[in-house]
C-alpha cells in the first residue's frame, strides 16, 4: 500500500469510527452494534432495534430489520442484491498494492457477493456436493473423524473444545471433501483467525496489511491445489469444481479460485462457532445436557435451536438494485439494509419467549441463521451434520464434561462464538 493510500485510510478508519461513535451514542442501534466492543451481548440492541420498528433508517444512511418477516422478504427479494461493498470500504480498492494488484478475496470475489445471472452458474459447480444425497454419503466419514478426534482427548485431565475439538471438525470435513490427506490445522487456523472478523470490517492499517499477507498465502495454496488436481484429477470437489470450470470457458481463473476459496472458509469459522455454542450450552445448561445424554436423537434439534438461540452469523447486508418501497418506507437505489440474522431470530411474532432456548421448540428451524433466498448457505446440511454428530458423540464420551476456566469470546461482532472454551471430562 502507498503512503498516500495509508494516509486515506486512515482518515478514513478515524472518521467512520468518530461518526458511529457519535450516534451510538445518541442511541441509533446499528452504530451501537457496530461500535460495541466486540463479544459483547448484543440481543438487548436487537430489541432497541425492533422497537423502532419492523424497518428503520439508522443515522449512518442505511436501513436495519430486527423482524423476521422483513428480513426474510428482504433477502428473498429480486430487488436487493449483495453488491454492498462498494458503498462501505471496497475491500478489493483497500486489498490493492502500490502497483494495482491485489490477492483474491474469498467472500468479496466469490459468488456470495454476486448477483445472478452470475452467481446462479458459480452456485451450480458446487451444489451437487451438498445435496442431502452427498451428505447420507458423508455421514459416516464425520461420525469416523469425530470419534477419532475424540480418542485423541480421551485419558487428558484437561483440554480446549474449541482448538481441540470444535475447529478441526470443519478443516478436516471440507479436506476430506477436497481430497487434501495431510491437513495442517494451524494454517487453516491461523488464516481464519485473521480473515473471519474482517466480515466487520477492518479496523486499522496494520490489520489490513495482515489481511493482505494471509489472502496471499491462501491464494497461493489453493493455485498450487489448483494445479496438482489439474494434473491428477482425482473424483474430489476440486477436480470437479474445476471439470464444470473448464466446461464452461468464460467462466474466469478467479472465479474458479474464489470458489474454492469460499468452500473452505464460509464453512470454518461459522461452524466451529456453531459447535462451541453448542458446545457451550451443553456445558452451562443440565436439563439440555440430560436431554442429550438420555435422548442422542435429539442432536439436530438441539442444533438447531442454537442456530436459532445464538447463531454464529449475526447479520447479512443487502443493496437495493432500485428504488424499492418495503413497509411503506421507500430505499433509495443503492441503499444498504442490514438484516440482523440473529436479531429475526429472535422475533417474538414467529419465535413465543424468544430468550428461551427450548429444544422441543416446533418451530426452531425457521430461523434465518442460514439467510434465505437465492443466498442460502450451501453449506447448511453438512454444517448441521457435523454440528449434531460431534455434539451426540462428545456428550456420549465425556458426559460429565465440565468448564474448568474461564472462557474467552472471539472479538467479532458478526461471528458469535468463544476463542477458548477450557474444559475437563469430571467423572
Ligand atoms: C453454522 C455454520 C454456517 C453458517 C451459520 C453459515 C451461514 C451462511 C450465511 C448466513 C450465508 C448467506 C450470507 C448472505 O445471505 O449474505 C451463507 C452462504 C454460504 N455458505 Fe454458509 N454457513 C455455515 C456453514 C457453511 C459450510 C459448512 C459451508 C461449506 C462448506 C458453507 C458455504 C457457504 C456458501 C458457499 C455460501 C454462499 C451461498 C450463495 O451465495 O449462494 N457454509 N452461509
Redo the contacts with the bound molecule.
Sequence with gaps: MSVKQTLRLRAMLLGFGAVTRAQAWRGDPLARIISAPPGTDPYPVYEDARALGDLSRSKLGLYVTASHRVGDAI?RDPRFG?NTRAALMDMKVLLRDSRGRRPIHPVDD???AIDPPL?TRL?RT?APW?TPRALRDLTPVVEKVVTEFLDELDGRADWELIHDFAARI?IRI?CEMFGIASVDYDRFTRWGAVLGPTLDGVRSVRELRNVRETLVDVEAFFVDLVERRRRAPGDDLVSNVIRAHDGAPDLAREDLLATIE??ML??YE??L??IGNAGMVLLTNQQARERIIAEPDIAPNLVEEV?RWD???QY???AATEPVTVEGVDIPEGTMVVVL?AGANRDPQVFPDPARLDLDRPNSRDHL????????????G??RL??ATAMRLLFQRFPHLRISGPVVRLPSRNIRGAIRVPVTPGN
Aim: positive net charge; aromatic residues 10%.
Design positions: 433477502l449483495v466469490s459468488f456470495i452467481h452456485r458446487v451438498f470443519p471440507i469460499l468452500l464460509a464453512g461459522t461452524t462457532n456453531l442456530l447463531s454464529s452469523v447479512t447486508v443487502r440474522l441463521s442460514f439467510s434465505s433466498g437465492i443466498h442460502y448457505c450451501v453449506g447448511a453438512l454444517a457435523e454440528a
